[in-house]
């Protein structure tokens, strides 16, 4: 019997064989000598919650638009299942977008909302009926069917849209910030109900978001972009734990920095002399940079562990150590974060899970603490 990869099928991307659902080829676009996306190449593989995230200004709504249709390209083609869409009307291509508006019709009820697609299509009224139906039935909002927008919550409404866009079985569904609207707690459970109903259906959804937390609990790849380039492609863990550029690691969750020399390069390590730590810092993975180099290694403040004495695994050697004391700390409730000021007057962030009461806490202000981490903790980093 043939062996089955599950790591390729959950991740195509991972497999070159795959072909790509939808293919993203040089595309550029500039606004009247403005470049907001340049040059950029991508490939999105069927069934993929793929995410764009980014600064505000930096072409992801763009790129979006140029997908649906809603603006033409400078230069480049995209391609849906090997089909160049590229100069089709945004109504001709099997792409449907959601707004962050919702755009739903005030006037029709949740029903019509969703079957006014339908209509335009021609279909059967008792065709009509049992798909929206069946849509409303998938996002919860068989019993709403009669209300108008404005009798829904926004996370209902949120949920009308979805469906008028689910409805027509589009290839690709196109969200712009699609749960910008809601307030945060709604916004956390809807992130796993939009996940929910994409699996499901296995369509293919390409999301604009600057939010970096809802791309990293939604999407099976990122695409994280600056000035018009894609910086990073990989799925939230990879963009997370082996960011490319200084960039991608500054932007994903919070990090610490430390700039240091090249001294060891071995296929198994690298060391970097750290003048600022007063330390070497073992990195237990390989990285293409020459002895001698300039670079930084990015160390997150989990991955840090404080002592309130001299930790004995630190050694004669003291690598993958700094020494400090507490200057602030901020509870957040499930953790907190601790700053701890080095003699140099360097700030490195600690957080720690907070697993035992406030009243409890062992680390203090003006404590003088011990910071030490693991060798795959760190990673070494040659691009801002
Ligand atoms: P945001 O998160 O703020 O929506 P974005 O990443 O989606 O930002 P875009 O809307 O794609 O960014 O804009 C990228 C760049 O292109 C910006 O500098 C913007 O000012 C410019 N731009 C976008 N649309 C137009 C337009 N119709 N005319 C002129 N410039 C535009």
Known sequence: MAK?????????????????????????????????????????????????????????????????????????????????????PPYERPVNMMFQSYALFPHMSVEQNVSFGLKQ????????????????????LNKYASRKPHQLSGGQRQRVALARCLVKKP?????????????????????????????KLGVTFIMVTHDQEEAMTMSTRIGLMEEGRLRQIGSPMEIYEYPNSRYTADFIGDMNFFDGIVSEVESDHVLVQCEEISSEI????????PLGANVTVAIRPEKIILDLEEPKSIGKKKRNYGSGVVSEIAYLGDMSI?????????????????????????VNWGDEVYLSWHPQSGSVLTVD
């Open 4 to 88: 089955i990869d599950k790591r390729t099928i959950l991740e195509p991307w991972q497999d070159s064989n795959a072909t790509p659902y939808i293919q993203i080829k040089e595309i550029s676009k500039s606004f009247d000598g403005v470049v907001a996306v340049n040059n950029q190449s991508l490939d999105i593989y069927k069934g993929e919650l793929f995410s764009l995230l980014g600064p505000s200004g930096c072409g992801k709504s763009t790129l979006l638009r140029i997908l649906a249709g809603f603006e033409d390209p400078s230069h480049g083609q995209v391609l849906i299942d090997g089909v160049d869409i590229t100069n089709l």
């Open 121 to 140: 299509e021609g279909l059967s009224k008792g065709d009509i009926r049992d798909k929206v139906s069946s849509m409303l039935h998938m996002v919860h």
């Open 171 to 199: 290839k690709l569904v196109l969200l712009d910030e699609p749960l910008g609207a809601l307030d945060r707690k709604l916004r956390e459970k809807t992130q796993f109900e939009l996940v929910n109903i994409q699996e």
């Open 282 to 289: 073992y990195i237990s993975s390989s990285a293409d940079v």
């Open 338 to 362: 601790y700053h701890i000021e080095m003699k140099n007057e360097k700030i490195i962030k600690v957080s720690l899970s907070n697993q035992v009461r406030l009243s409890e806490r062992p």
